[in-house]
T-cell receptor
């Protein structure tokens, strides 16, 4: 299995501010994925992050709002910019390894 | 495009009852992977099973069993003798490459097991 940690685990933020979420994996992985889970909803893919290239965003998500960094094979960050209450969600990073997909514990974000 | 449908939004059962969670999927790929995850109230996603499209054998793991039927594009999940600790949201998911492509999730089924 893969051990994935996320920081922060939760945060309460004011609208208009930005939050950067960190995802650390215990070993090197090629693909990392960022998902959003709005309250009571399913998981929706935000973007796919490959090391050394720009992240690929899904429809409805843009780089200006959700910039992603992938500086190496074990680490990625997702920033939620200019937050509004609609951004209140759980944000999860995920990695694929040996035909499995593993998820981090998630970052629970509340925007006031 | 890939799609996963979990028609049951919420299910409530009494402890020790058996319960089946339905999952129907759509894909044009001949090779694909199906997953089930459990999300307890704490919020983390717990991996339960992965099945590839070429393996239609049913699987049993303790009180859990899965029935994969390509003819009906279904991958149903049964919990036998349910327990209160089984209370969670269960997600069925689909991908074209289990490790290197993202998952498409169903909307989830909230299971409540009452003592």
């Amino acid at each position: 299995s893969a051990v994935i940690s996320q920081k922060p685990s939760r945060d309460i933020c004011q609208r208009g501010t930005s939050l950067t979420i960190q995802c650390q994996v215990d070993s090197q992985v090629t693909m990392m994925f960022w998902y959003r889970q709005q309250p009571g909803q399913s998981l929706t893919l935000i973007a796919t992050a490959n090391q050394g290239s720009e992240a690929t965003y899904e429809s409805g998500f843009v780089i200006d709002k959700f910039p992603i960094s992938r500086p190496n094979l074990t680490f990625s960050t997702l920033t939620v910019s200019n937050m509004s209450p609609e951004d209140s969600s759980i944000y999860l990073c995920s990695v694929g390894r040996r035909n499995e997909q593993f998820f981090g514990p998630g970052t629970r974000l509340t925007v006031l | 495009a890939q799609k996963v449908t979990q028609a049951q939004t919420e299910i409530s059962v009494v402890e020790k009852e058996d319960v089946t969670l339905d999952c129907v999927y759509e894909t044009r790929d001949t090779t694909y992977y199906l997953f089930w995850y459990k999300q307890p109230p704490s919020g983390e996603l717990v991996f339960l099973i992965r099945r590839n499209s070429f393996d239609e054998q049913n699987e049993i793991s303790g009180r859990y069993s899965w029935n994969f039927q390509k003819s009906t594009s279904s991958f149903n999940f049964t919990i036998t003798a349910s327990q209160v600790v089984d209370s969670a949201v269960y997600f069925c998911a689909l991908s074209e490459d289990s490790g290197n492509t993202p998952l498409v999730f169903g909307k989830g089924t909230r299971l409540s097991v009452i003592a």
